[in-house]
């Protein structure tokens, strides 16, 4: 087993593969910058250039170009509000809050170094879990891969907003998610549900085109208003010396983010969860290790917490979904069901193989995620002093840029004026919820979950009916979300009795 | 503007999941499962949040800034911020009508111009060159390297072109 670790360095540090590792690194930083432009689109758009490649070549560039987009998904998310992709917008709520502080470097900081802990993380549970894995995919079969998403929505509909209100605002935006991922051709009955005998809406409200709409939009209304930079009256020279600030977060909170990359890796491991679902996992944790309710309420407003667990766990879960990927040829995630399409091109066949024969191959995979991760956030932190200044730009100026880029961003989703749409009816609704003082994060955790949700819902009942109720990891999973509501509460009361 | 921002959003999801109750109630049960599992205490929930604000609870309501989330610009007064959000949305709305009336390729220099000039107050030379700079970026990003389909405008397809 050491032996292929280090044949598979071998592999790697190869001149070739590294210098398709570089192009693929040089496509994913620009990716992850652009909003709308996803990690598994452009997987998509590059897995025909693999054929004339070797493997361990072809892994070195769709790898390393997709992990990368994680990366840099939260430079955007950071600086203007706007998630450069969907796994990237957890960081938004406290990471362009930090940047509206004048705190810009920092934030940035945070999220790359918690990147790089998260995905050597990630990859560190892909080298050691794979013989170990088996047993725990095989436990979770789909009555608990639902409760599992309820337990999310609990955890992050309960910490997203104090107090019986906030909570309840907190479950009616999860629900509202839930509700909106039923939009368009069901996949059991084949009925158009809520379509409105338009076309367009037949394959459902796009993710991208929405999770655009309901951050972007609220912060380009409020960057109207104040009429200033991103990091307002703030003095210029403050906000990129932080970054260091931002390093030293990371190896203070070092737990934290050590546990959010394992949350990160453990979604990733479940079978269709995805990064946009680890992302709100991991900031939920993040807000759940504040010990009091007056430390809590930093999150939203700027807590360097609020950056470490998204960013962690959003590169750690590539690790994570590469797991049951090569084990079983169950992709993780929707790139992770493209790259698996990139096996078959290059006559690899995911499962026992991958962990005997080809075991070199599969630990060329582990290297390229570290070291694809090392060369991106060293290049982010050389060029940091000039992305923070960007947040002491004129609104004026900056508005126009960002709007461009917010509707190209939804227009490439599915190339249709639809898209468009979709943003400013969800960017209306997101800018009602931040006035309202409704929590976004539960209705976008329930718009990601909802399709993966009814479906485990759908199996459980037809294969088990009311027994799957029954199961014991249900019921372990069902006290979970219980205490996850009700802890909250009695911390809060606490201080009354006090 | 707070509590009638709530007010909108407790209403607004009460008819949405009102709505998707009973639309679900007609289709078989594969279908129906999830939106009436979903629906239902969406509806209970979103109906006692409502009663909440009108029957004049909403001073007990959880406090805005214990909320995980950004606040719009609180040190701006009211009458102003609510002028300054039409006006965005005017901006926002008439980008969308550009693009769709003209396409892209024009409405995307158009704007960024015309945003600069009139709402930033630019120079010409600044706002010029800026514009030049975005739309050189898009161009040579999305349509010359990533050929993405952008369609041309209404107006074009009316003209016959």
């Known amino acids: 087993m050491i032996e292929a670790l280090f044949e598979g360095l071998f592999l790697v540090l190869q001149w070739k593969p590294l210098a398709f590792m570089a192009l693929g690194i040089v496509l994913g930083f620009w990716v992850g910058l652009l909003p709308g432009l996803g990690g598994a689109t452009t997987l998509a758009l590059m897995l025909p250039f693999v054929y004339a490649m070797q493997p361990v070549e072809a892994f070195a560039f769709l790898l390393g170009m997709h992990s990368v987009a994680a990366t840099t998904g939260d430079i955007t998310s950071v600086l203007f509000g706007v998630p450069g992709e969907a796994a990237s917008a957890a960081t938004i709520l406290d990471g362009h809050a930090m940047a509206k502080k004048g705190e810009a470097g920092r934030a940035l900081g945070a999220a790359l170094t918690s990147s790089l802990v998260g995905a050597i993380v990630g990859a560190f549970a892909l080298a050691i879990a794979i013989p170990m894995v088996r047993p725990l995919v095989l436990t979770f079969g789909s009555p608990e891969l639902f409760m599992l998403a309820i337990v999310g929505i609990a955890f992050i509909a309960s910490l997203s907003a104090p107090g019986p209100r906030g909570m309840l605002r907190g479950f009616l935006a999860g629900g509202l998610g839930l509700l909106c991922a039923t939009v368009g051709q069901d996949p059991q009955a084949g009925i158009a549900r809520y379509t409105f005998d338009i076309l367009y809406l037949w394959q459902g409200l796009d993710l991208v085109a929405v999770l655009v709409g309901i951050f972007a939009i609220p912060e380009i209304i409020d960057l109207a208003i104040r009429r200033t930079s991103i990091a307002g009256a703030l003095p210029a020279g403050r906000i990129s010396k932080g970054a260091w600030e931002g390093v030293k977060d990371t190896f203070r909170h070092f737990w934290l983010t050590i546990r959010c990359s394992l949350i990160g890796t453990f979604i990733g491991i479940m079978p269709g969860m995805g990064g946009a679902v680890a992302q709100w996992m991991a900031y939920g944790h993040a807000t759940q290790s504040a010990r009091t309710a007056e430390e809590r309420k930093g999150f939203g407003a700027g807590d360097v917490r609020g950056v470490l667990g998204p960013g962690a766990a959003n590169n750690s879960k590539e690790g994570g979904s590469l797991i049951p990927t090569i084990a079983f040829g169950v992709p993780g995630s929707t790139a992770m069901a493209i790259l698996l399409g990139g096996f078959f091109l290059l006559g690899l066949v995911p499962g026992p193989d991958m962990l005997t024969k080809h075991l070199p191959v599969t630990f060329s995979m582990v290297w390229t995620i570290v070291i694809a991760n090392i060369v991106t956030v060293l290049a982010c932190f050389l060029l940091l002093d000039h992305l923070a200044k960007l947040t002491t730009v004129r609104g004026t100026v900056l508005i126009p840029a960002i709007l461009v880029l917010v509707f190209i961003g939804s227009f490439t989703s599915n190339h249709h004026y639809g898209d468009i749409l979709v943003t400013l009816v969800f960017g209306g609704i997101g800018y009602l919820m931040v006035i309202g003082g409704w929590p976004r994060a539960p209705f976008v955790l329930g718009l990601v979950l909802g399709k993966i949700a009814e479906n485990y819902l759908y199996i459980s009942v037809a294969r088990y009916e009311a027994a799957w109720l029954t199961r014991p990891v249900v019921l372990i999973l069902f006290a979970i979300a219980v205490a996850v509501i009700l802890y909250p509460l009695l911390q809060r009361r606490k201080p009354a009795h006090a | ?161």
């Open chain 2, 1 to 161: 503007m707070h509590s009638k921002a709530s007010l909108a959003l407790a209403l607004g999801i009460m008819g949405v999941s009102g709505y998707a109750v009973i639309a679900a109630w007609a289709w078989p049960w594969k279908a129906s499962l999830f939106p009436l599992v979903i629906g239902i205490p969406v509806f209970v929930l979103s109906t006692a949040d409502a009663l909440w604000v009108l029957l004049g609870r909403g001073a007990q309501a959880t406090e805005r800034g214990e909320i995980k989330d950004f606040q719009i610009a609180q040190d701006v007064p009211e009458r102003v911020a609510l002028g300054r959000t039409a006006n965005a949305t005017g901006w926002i709305a008439g980008f969308f009508a550009a693009i769709v009336l003209l396409g892209f390729p024009i409405a995307v220099p158009l704007f960024v111009f015309l945003y600069l000039k009139l709402e930033g107050r630019e120079g010409w030379i600044f706002s010029a060159v800026f514009t030049a700079v975005v739309w050189v970026f898009f161009y040579g990003l999305f349509d010359r390297l990533l050929h993405l389909p952008f369609p041309q405008g209404w107006v074009a397809s009316w003209l016959g072109f």
